[in-house]
């Protein structure tokens, strides 16, 4: 089972660009699908984006699209979220999943592999 450790996120103003990264203990991380989700304060944890076992596919939530790009390095054990074009919106801390079940948003859900987060803070 991977261990995932998120880092990346700061304060940052409007328009501006954040890189996110999740880095994965493990021999495995390769077969997992990944996913980022965020969460802001009395909101409920949302997806973002999800990137399939090889990164040869992806899926991004309607709020983000086309601002943020989700890909992974499975020589590093590694999976980032580029975000540009921020909005204040965006506020929230940010979670990434791993899944050995698969790269849909409820096998991601479903999985008790999640790291501790990483606080975007958008001003306007």
């Known amino acids: 089972q991977v261990q995932l450790v998120e880092s990346g996120g700061g304060l940052v103003q409007a328009g501006g660009s954040l890189r996110l990264s999740c880095a994965a203990s493990g021999r495995t991380f390769s077969s997992y699908g990944m996913g980022w989700f965020r969460q802001a304060p009395g909101k409920e944890r949302e997806f973002v984006a999800a990137?399939?076992?090889?990164?040869?596919?992806?899926g991004i939530s309607d709020s983000v699209k086309g601002r943020f790009t989700i890909s992974r390095d499975n020589v590093k054990n590694t999976v980032y979220l580029q975000m540009n074009s921020l909005k204040p919106e965006d506020t929230a801390r940010y979670y990434c999943?791993?899944?050995?079940?698969?790269?849909?948003?409820?096998?991601?859900?479903?999985?008790?592999?999640w790291g501790q987060g990483t606080q975007v803070t958008v001003s306007s």
């Open positions: 990137i399939n076992y090889s990164g040869g596919r992806t």
């Open positions: 999943a791993a899944s050995d079940s698969g790269w849909a948003i409820g096998d991601l859900k479903r999985s008790k592999t």
